[in-house]
T-cell receptor, first 113, second 110 residues
């Protein structure tokens, strides 16, 4: 049973470009969480999704950020028109239910130049 | 007030010593609690769940105090490899997100 898979591991984008981060949850897990971690800071919740539904997006910036978890395929975190402040590690986690332990992927490190 | 709060540390611990630290949560509806460990620039890894009766896993003991709304983690016989940031997590009922504390940094020194 493969763990949570995130790709790419490293992503470099120029200011104004789009960044797409992918997360494939563990087999049997239908709950996906996205977190952002800035250098030397803690994990900040962004969005919580179940298949085809956004359950809680209270941590998502109102503009430029969107997330989806389609019926088939990975969850996608999309950042449009990236700015330098978007540079961070983005972690995805999955769990079988909302109150079971969540398991994290290795993260995508986004660098905006 | 943050929903989950932790002392950021660092806790400087001599090798072989015992260290304990707490995490407070503000939402009394929180039902599930976990401790994660995060090494520098790596993903958080589940250390242990925290049950109402408390639980122990080797050198690690977790306790839950619902009346005072905190959970604790105790590490006995600290090893150099225990140096990491320990993240406290709380979750409400099904359908709610996992909320992380800011982490407590532990440095075990020879």
């Amino acid at each position: 049973n493969a763990g949570v898979m995130q790709n790419p591991r490293h992503l470099v984008r120029r200011r104004g470009q789009e960044a797409r981060l992918r997360c494939s949850p563990m087999k049997g897990h239908s709950h996906v969480y996205w977190y952002r971690q800035l250098p030397e800071e803690g994990l900040k919740f962004m969005v919580y999704l179940q298949k085809e539904n956004i359950i809680d997006e209270s941590g998502m910036p109102k503009e430029r950020f969107s997330a989806e978890f389609p019926k088939e395929g990975p969850s996608i975190l999309r950042i449009q028109q990236v700015v330098r402040g978007d540079s961070a590690a983005y972690f995805c986690a999955s769990s079988p239910t909302a109150t079971f332990e969540a398991f994290f992927g290795q993260g995508t490190r986004l660098t905006v130049v | 007030r943050k929903e989950v709060e932790q002392d950021p540390g660092p806790f400087n611990v001599p090798e072989g010593a015992t260290v304990a630290f707490n995490c407070t949560y503000s939402n009394s509806a929180s039902q599930s609690f976990f401790w994660y460990r995060q090494d520098c620039r790596k993903e958080p890894k589940l250390l242990m769940s925290v049950y109402s009766s408390g639980n122990e896993d080797g050198r690690f003991t977790a306790q839950l105090n619902r009346a005072s709304q905190y959970i604790s983690l105790l590490i006995r016989d600290s090893k150099l490899s225990d140096s990491a940031t320990y993240l406290c997590v709380a979750s409400r009922a099904a359908g709610n997100k996992l909320t992380f504390g800011g982490g407590t940094r532990v440095l075990v020194k020879p």
